[in-house]
Protein backbone atom coordinates (compact mmCIF):
# COMPACT_ATOMS: atom_id res chain seq x y z
CA UNK A 1 0.00 0.00 0.00
CA UNK A 2 2.84 2.26 0.94
CA UNK A 3 4.69 1.34 -2.74
CA UNK A 4 1.72 2.67 -4.43
CA UNK A 5 1.07 5.68 -2.86
CA UNK A 6 4.48 6.69 -3.01
CA UNK A 7 4.39 5.75 -6.58
CA UNK A 8 1.36 7.92 -7.00
CA UNK A 9 3.11 11.17 -5.73
CA UNK A 10 5.47 11.04 -7.50
CA UNK A 11 6.14 12.85 -10.79
CA UNK A 12 5.60 11.01 -14.30
CA UNK A 13 8.29 11.03 -16.60
CA UNK A 14 7.78 9.72 -19.67
CA UNK A 15 10.20 7.43 -21.54
CA UNK A 16 10.97 9.93 -24.75
CA UNK A 17 14.14 12.69 -24.15
CA UNK A 18 12.26 15.45 -25.25
CA UNK A 19 8.16 14.82 -23.93
CA UNK A 20 6.29 16.60 -21.70
CA UNK A 21 7.43 16.15 -17.95
CA UNK A 22 4.15 16.61 -15.71
CA UNK A 23 4.73 18.51 -12.52
CA UNK A 24 4.13 16.98 -9.26
CA UNK A 25 1.45 18.44 -7.83
CA UNK A 26 -0.42 18.63 -11.44
CA UNK A 27 -3.69 19.34 -9.65
CA UNK A 28 -2.72 22.40 -7.12
CA UNK A 29 -0.76 23.87 -10.18
CA UNK A 30 -3.80 23.24 -12.38
CA UNK A 31 -5.99 25.13 -10.13
CA UNK A 32 -3.24 27.74 -9.25
CA UNK A 33 -3.35 28.97 -12.87
CA UNK A 34 -7.46 29.08 -13.24
CA UNK A 35 -6.99 31.49 -9.81
CA UNK A 36 -4.75 33.27 -11.71
CA UNK A 37 -6.52 33.77 -14.40
CA UNK A 38 -10.02 34.15 -13.15
CA UNK A 39 -8.61 36.91 -10.95
CA UNK A 40 -6.98 39.05 -14.04
CA UNK A 41 -10.25 38.82 -15.64
CA UNK A 42 -12.12 40.33 -13.28
CA UNK A 43 -9.41 43.14 -12.19
CA UNK A 44 -9.57 43.66 -16.28
CA UNK A 45 -13.61 44.32 -16.30
CA UNK A 46 -13.03 46.63 -13.38
CA UNK A 47 -10.74 48.47 -14.89
CA UNK A 48 -12.66 48.65 -18.06
CA UNK A 49 -15.80 50.64 -16.20
CA UNK A 50 -13.61 52.60 -14.41
CA UNK A 51 -11.96 53.93 -17.34
CA UNK A 52 -15.65 54.26 -18.81
CA UNK A 53 -16.94 55.68 -15.77
CA UNK A 54 -13.70 58.54 -16.06
CA UNK A 55 -14.62 58.93 -20.22
CA UNK A 56 -18.28 59.49 -18.82
CA UNK A 57 -17.44 61.94 -15.92
CA UNK A 58 -14.93 64.03 -18.37
CA UNK A 59 -17.68 64.45 -20.69
CA UNK A 60 -20.31 65.42 -18.59
CA UNK A 61 -18.04 68.01 -17.19
CA UNK A 62 -16.25 68.90 -20.67
CA UNK A 63 -13.26 70.47 -19.10
CA UNK A 64 -10.24 68.19 -19.11
CA UNK A 65 -9.33 65.65 -21.45
CA UNK A 66 -9.84 61.58 -20.25
CA UNK A 67 -5.80 61.03 -20.26
CA UNK A 68 -5.50 63.82 -17.23
CA UNK A 69 -7.77 61.47 -15.09
CA UNK A 70 -6.14 59.99 -12.39
CA UNK A 71 -9.20 57.63 -12.10
CA UNK A 72 -8.52 57.00 -16.24
CA UNK A 73 -4.57 55.87 -15.14
CA UNK A 74 -6.02 53.81 -12.05
CA UNK A 75 -7.88 51.85 -14.77
CA UNK A 76 -5.35 51.41 -17.03
CA UNK A 77 -2.73 50.17 -14.23
CA UNK A 78 -5.66 47.90 -13.37
CA UNK A 79 -5.87 46.08 -17.06
CA UNK A 80 -2.38 46.24 -16.71
CA UNK A 81 -2.12 43.88 -13.39
CA UNK A 82 -5.25 42.00 -14.95
CA UNK A 83 -3.07 41.17 -18.38
CA UNK A 84 -0.11 40.33 -16.47
CA UNK A 85 -2.01 37.43 -15.03
CA UNK A 86 -3.57 36.25 -17.56
CA UNK A 87 0.41 36.08 -18.93
CA UNK A 88 1.00 34.31 -15.85
CA UNK A 89 -1.71 31.78 -15.98
CA UNK A 90 -0.64 30.56 -18.98
CA UNK A 91 2.69 29.16 -17.06
CA UNK A 92 0.69 26.91 -15.13
CA UNK A 93 -2.35 25.57 -16.49
CA UNK A 94 -3.34 24.56 -20.02
CA UNK A 95 -3.68 27.36 -22.96
CA UNK A 96 -6.92 25.55 -24.06
CA UNK A 97 -8.52 26.48 -20.61
CA UNK A 98 -6.85 29.62 -20.09
CA UNK A 99 -8.40 31.31 -23.08
CA UNK A 100 -12.58 29.96 -22.69
CA UNK A 101 -11.65 31.40 -19.38
CA UNK A 102 -12.01 35.28 -21.17
CA UNK A 103 -15.70 35.34 -20.64
CA UNK A 104 -15.56 36.09 -16.70
CA UNK A 105 -14.40 38.99 -17.82
CA UNK A 106 -17.68 39.56 -19.73
CA UNK A 107 -19.51 38.47 -17.04
CA UNK A 108 -18.41 40.49 -14.82
CA UNK A 109 -18.28 43.82 -16.69
CA UNK A 110 -21.88 43.83 -17.07
CA UNK A 111 -22.47 42.69 -12.99
CA UNK A 112 -20.29 46.04 -12.23
CA UNK A 113 -21.92 47.86 -15.30
CA UNK A 114 -25.62 47.23 -13.66
CA UNK A 115 -24.27 47.45 -9.93
CA UNK A 116 -22.14 50.51 -10.16
CA UNK A 117 -22.97 52.65 -13.31
CA UNK A 118 -26.82 51.79 -13.02
CA UNK A 119 -26.91 50.28 -16.33
CA UNK A 120 -30.56 48.48 -17.01
CA UNK A 121 -30.63 44.75 -16.14
CA UNK A 122 -31.83 43.11 -19.41
CA UNK A 123 -33.22 39.33 -19.17
CA UNK A 124 -31.04 38.33 -22.27
CA UNK A 125 -28.15 39.20 -19.16
CA UNK A 126 -29.71 37.01 -16.82
CA UNK A 127 -29.51 34.59 -19.74
CA UNK A 128 -26.44 35.26 -21.16
CA UNK A 129 -24.94 35.15 -17.79
CA UNK A 130 -26.06 31.57 -16.76
CA UNK A 131 -25.16 29.92 -19.81
CA UNK A 132 -21.51 31.64 -19.29
CA UNK A 133 -20.96 30.45 -15.79
CA UNK A 134 -22.39 27.19 -16.40
CA UNK A 135 -20.25 26.75 -19.23
CA UNK A 136 -16.93 27.81 -17.85
CA UNK A 137 -18.13 25.15 -14.89
CA UNK A 138 -18.56 22.47 -17.99
CA UNK A 139 -15.57 23.42 -19.31
CA UNK A 140 -12.89 23.64 -16.19
CA UNK A 141 -14.58 20.44 -14.67
CA UNK A 142 -14.02 18.59 -18.16
CA UNK A 143 -10.46 20.69 -19.72
CA UNK A 144 -7.39 18.60 -19.73
CA UNK A 145 -5.96 18.21 -15.68
CA UNK A 146 -2.49 17.84 -16.34
CA UNK A 147 0.54 20.62 -16.51
CA UNK A 148 3.57 20.20 -17.93
CA UNK A 149 7.26 21.88 -17.34
CA UNK A 150 7.45 24.29 -19.92
CA UNK A 151 11.71 23.88 -20.87
CA UNK A 152 13.44 25.40 -23.84
CA UNK A 153 13.82 21.75 -25.06
CA UNK A 154 10.38 20.97 -25.27
CA UNK A 155 9.38 23.74 -26.81
CA UNK A 156 12.13 23.19 -29.65
CA UNK A 157 10.69 19.64 -29.83
CA UNK A 158 7.04 21.16 -30.31
CA UNK A 159 8.30 23.57 -32.76
CA UNK A 160 10.06 21.65 -34.97
CA UNK A 161 7.43 18.58 -35.21
CA UNK A 162 5.69 17.96 -38.58
CA UNK A 163 1.72 18.17 -36.93
CA UNK A 164 2.89 21.99 -35.89
CA UNK A 165 4.77 22.76 -39.35
CA UNK A 166 2.02 21.74 -40.96
CA UNK A 167 -0.62 23.63 -39.11
CA UNK A 168 2.09 26.75 -39.43
CA UNK A 169 1.76 26.46 -43.27
CA UNK A 170 -1.84 26.58 -43.43
CA UNK A 171 -2.46 29.53 -40.94
CA UNK A 172 0.03 30.98 -43.08
CA UNK A 173 -1.62 30.57 -46.53
CA UNK A 174 -4.75 31.37 -45.15
CA UNK A 175 -3.37 35.05 -43.55
CA UNK A 176 -1.84 35.96 -47.03
CA UNK A 177 -4.95 35.41 -48.63
CA UNK A 178 -7.12 37.12 -45.78
CA UNK A 179 -5.10 39.65 -46.36
CA UNK A 180 -4.89 39.95 -50.09
CA UNK A 181 -8.72 40.07 -49.76
CA UNK A 182 -8.98 42.58 -47.01
CA UNK A 183 -6.18 44.92 -48.62
CA UNK A 184 -6.13 44.80 -52.24
CA UNK A 185 -10.02 43.69 -53.12
CA UNK A 186 -10.94 46.22 -50.23
CA UNK A 187 -13.06 43.30 -48.62
CA UNK A 188 -14.15 45.07 -45.27
CA UNK A 189 -16.29 42.59 -43.50
CA UNK A 190 -15.80 41.78 -39.73
CA UNK A 191 -15.68 37.95 -40.35
CA UNK A 192 -12.46 38.45 -42.61
CA UNK A 193 -11.18 41.16 -40.41
CA UNK A 194 -12.02 39.03 -36.60
CA UNK A 195 -10.45 36.18 -38.89
CA UNK A 196 -6.98 37.84 -39.43
CA UNK A 197 -6.90 38.62 -35.53
CA UNK A 198 -7.55 34.91 -34.34
CA UNK A 199 -4.73 33.51 -36.42
CA UNK A 200 -2.78 36.03 -34.94
CA UNK A 201 -3.94 35.12 -31.51
CA UNK A 202 -2.63 31.35 -32.47
CA UNK A 203 0.43 32.26 -32.48
CA UNK A 204 0.20 34.71 -29.49
CA UNK A 205 -1.15 32.13 -27.19
CA UNK A 206 1.70 29.86 -28.52
CA UNK A 207 4.47 32.34 -27.79
CA UNK A 208 3.05 33.81 -24.39
CA UNK A 209 2.57 30.15 -23.05
CA UNK A 210 6.29 29.52 -23.82
CA UNK A 211 7.62 32.55 -22.36
CA UNK A 212 5.66 32.67 -19.53
CA UNK A 213 6.49 28.40 -18.95
CA UNK A 214 10.20 29.73 -19.36
CA UNK A 215 10.08 32.20 -16.81
CA UNK A 216 8.50 29.96 -14.41
CA UNK A 217 10.81 27.50 -14.48
CA UNK A 218 13.65 29.86 -14.34
CA UNK A 219 12.25 31.07 -10.90
CA UNK A 220 12.01 27.84 -9.84
CA UNK A 221 15.51 27.50 -10.62
CA UNK A 222 16.24 26.35 -13.83
CA UNK A 223 17.29 28.69 -16.07
CA UNK A 224 15.64 28.85 -19.35
CA UNK A 225 16.45 32.69 -20.65
CA UNK A 226 20.13 31.70 -21.91
CA UNK A 227 18.22 29.57 -24.37
CA UNK A 228 17.54 31.43 -27.95
CA UNK A 229 13.94 30.07 -28.33
CA UNK A 230 12.99 32.00 -25.62
CA UNK A 231 14.01 35.31 -27.04
CA UNK A 232 12.58 33.77 -30.37
CA UNK A 233 9.37 33.13 -28.44
CA UNK A 234 9.43 36.71 -27.12
CA UNK A 235 9.67 38.39 -30.65
CA UNK A 236 6.90 36.56 -31.84
CA UNK A 237 4.56 37.12 -29.01
CA UNK A 238 5.27 41.20 -28.87
CA UNK A 239 4.88 41.04 -32.88
CA UNK A 240 1.69 39.20 -33.04
CA UNK A 241 0.29 41.40 -30.28
CA UNK A 242 1.19 44.51 -32.38
CA UNK A 243 -1.01 43.06 -35.39
CA UNK A 244 -3.59 42.16 -33.54
CA UNK A 245 -3.91 45.21 -31.64
CA UNK A 246 -3.68 47.38 -34.84
CA UNK A 247 -6.50 44.93 -36.67
CA UNK A 248 -8.76 45.17 -33.65
CA UNK A 249 -8.59 48.70 -33.61
CA UNK A 250 -9.49 49.09 -37.08
CA UNK A 251 -12.71 46.40 -36.50
CA UNK A 252 -13.25 48.58 -33.92
CA UNK A 253 -13.48 52.23 -36.26
CA UNK A 254 -15.32 50.06 -38.88
CA UNK A 255 -17.91 48.12 -36.73
CA UNK A 256 -19.96 48.54 -33.47
CA UNK A 257 -18.59 46.90 -29.88
CA UNK A 258 -21.16 44.87 -29.70
CA UNK A 259 -20.63 42.58 -32.72
CA UNK A 260 -16.64 43.27 -32.20
CA UNK A 261 -16.25 41.54 -28.66
CA UNK A 262 -18.64 38.60 -28.73
CA UNK A 263 -17.08 37.91 -32.08
CA UNK A 264 -13.46 38.36 -31.28
CA UNK A 265 -13.82 36.19 -28.25
CA UNK A 266 -15.32 33.31 -29.74
CA UNK A 267 -12.32 33.00 -32.42
CA UNK A 268 -10.07 34.07 -30.10
CA UNK A 269 -10.77 31.29 -27.76
CA UNK A 270 -11.02 28.74 -31.03
CA UNK A 271 -7.88 29.64 -31.89
CA UNK A 272 -6.32 29.29 -28.52
CA UNK A 273 -7.76 25.97 -28.18
CA UNK A 274 -6.69 24.64 -31.97
CA UNK A 275 -3.04 26.38 -30.95
CA UNK A 276 -3.43 24.62 -27.62
CA UNK A 277 -3.98 20.73 -29.14
CA UNK A 278 -1.43 21.19 -31.97
CA UNK A 279 1.46 22.65 -30.71
CA UNK A 280 1.19 21.63 -26.60
CA UNK A 281 -0.79 18.52 -27.43
CA UNK A 282 -2.71 18.91 -24.45
CA UNK A 283 -5.74 16.85 -25.43
CA UNK A 284 -3.44 14.09 -26.19
CA UNK A 285 -4.82 10.95 -23.67
CA UNK A 286 -7.93 12.56 -22.91
CA UNK A 287 -11.39 10.69 -22.94
CA UNK A 288 -13.74 11.52 -25.84
CA UNK A 289 -16.27 12.15 -23.29
CA UNK A 290 -14.50 14.77 -21.79
CA UNK A 291 -13.01 16.48 -24.71
CA UNK A 292 -17.30 16.46 -25.99
CA UNK A 293 -18.12 18.23 -22.70
CA UNK A 294 -15.23 20.43 -22.80
CA UNK A 295 -16.47 22.08 -26.46
CA UNK A 296 -20.16 21.61 -24.78
CA UNK A 297 -18.87 24.35 -21.86
CA UNK A 298 -16.64 26.50 -24.73
CA UNK A 299 -20.44 26.75 -26.80
CA UNK A 300 -22.16 27.39 -23.80
CA UNK A 301 -19.64 30.40 -23.24
CA UNK A 302 -20.26 31.59 -26.41
CA UNK A 303 -23.17 31.74 -26.34
CA UNK A 304 -23.55 33.44 -23.00
CA UNK A 305 -21.08 36.57 -24.17
CA UNK A 306 -22.92 36.91 -27.51
CA UNK A 307 -26.39 37.24 -25.35
CA UNK A 308 -24.93 39.89 -22.67
CA UNK A 309 -23.14 41.83 -25.83
CA UNK A 310 -25.95 41.72 -27.59
CA UNK A 311 -28.45 44.83 -28.09
CA UNK A 312 -26.08 47.06 -26.23
CA UNK A 313 -26.48 50.21 -26.46
CA UNK A 314 -24.61 51.38 -30.20
CA UNK A 315 -21.45 54.76 -29.57
CA UNK A 316 -23.69 57.01 -32.13
CA UNK A 317 -21.37 58.74 -34.00
CA UNK A 318 -21.59 62.42 -35.20
CA UNK A 319 -23.36 62.98 -38.71
CA UNK A 320 -19.88 64.57 -40.66
CA UNK A 321 -22.52 66.62 -42.15
CA UNK A 322 -23.79 68.02 -38.89
CA UNK A 323 -23.66 71.77 -38.36
CA UNK A 324 -23.66 72.97 -34.85
CA UNK A 325 -25.47 75.06 -33.07
CA UNK A 326 -23.11 77.61 -32.58
CA UNK A 327 -21.70 77.59 -36.32
CA UNK A 328 -25.12 78.24 -37.68
CA UNK A 329 -24.97 81.85 -39.69
CA UNK A 330 -28.14 84.18 -38.17
CA UNK A 331 -29.60 86.88 -40.39
CA UNK A 332 -27.73 90.27 -40.21
CA UNK A 333 -24.46 88.67 -39.73
CA UNK A 334 -22.16 89.78 -42.58
CA UNK A 335 -19.82 85.63 -42.99
CA UNK A 336 -20.87 84.49 -46.26
CA UNK A 337 -21.60 80.70 -46.19
CA UNK A 338 -19.70 78.69 -48.43
CA UNK A 339 -22.30 76.70 -51.25
CA UNK A 340 -22.77 72.60 -50.46
CA UNK A 341 -23.74 69.74 -51.26
CA UNK A 342 -27.76 69.29 -50.91
CA UNK A 343 -27.62 66.49 -48.35
CA UNK A 344 -29.81 65.41 -45.21
CA UNK A 345 -27.72 67.52 -42.98
CA UNK A 346 -27.23 70.27 -44.87
CA UNK A 347 -31.18 70.85 -45.24
CA UNK A 348 -31.58 70.15 -41.66
CA UNK A 349 -28.77 72.84 -40.54
CA UNK A 350 -30.20 75.59 -43.44
CA UNK A 351 -33.94 75.06 -41.83
CA UNK A 352 -32.45 75.55 -38.16
CA UNK A 353 -30.72 78.70 -39.86
CA UNK A 354 -34.21 79.72 -41.06
CA UNK A 355 -35.93 79.20 -38.19
CA UNK A 356 -33.00 80.89 -35.08
CA UNK A 357 -33.22 83.91 -38.04
CA UNK A 358 -37.43 84.27 -37.66
CA UNK A 359 -37.13 83.83 -33.72
CA UNK A 360 -34.54 87.29 -34.34
CA UNK A 361 -36.99 89.31 -36.36
CA UNK A 362 -39.86 88.12 -33.57
Given at each position: ?????????????????????????????YLLGIIISICGNVL??????????AHVRQSQRGSKPYY??????????????????????????????????????????????VVFLKERVRASDIV???????????????????????????????????????????????????????????????????????????????????????????????????????????????????????????????????????????????????????????????????????????????????????????????????????????????????????????????????????????
Open positions: MANSSSSHAAPQVTSQPHRAEILDNPLQTISISLNIQKYTSVMWWCGVALMGVGELGNFAAYGFAPASLIAPLGCVSVIASAVISGGTLAITGTYVLVTFAPHTSTHITAHLVQYYAVSWHFLLYLFLEIVVFCILLYVYKRRNVKHIIIVMLLVALLASQTVISVKAVSGMITESIKGQLQLIYPIFYVMLVVMIATCAFQIKFLNQAMKMFDATEVVPINFVFFTASAIVAGIVFYQEFEGLALLNIFMFLFGCLLSFLGVFLIARNRPKIKQQDPNFLAMDKIPRRGHTDKVQPEATTYGSLAAKLMCNRAGQSDDS
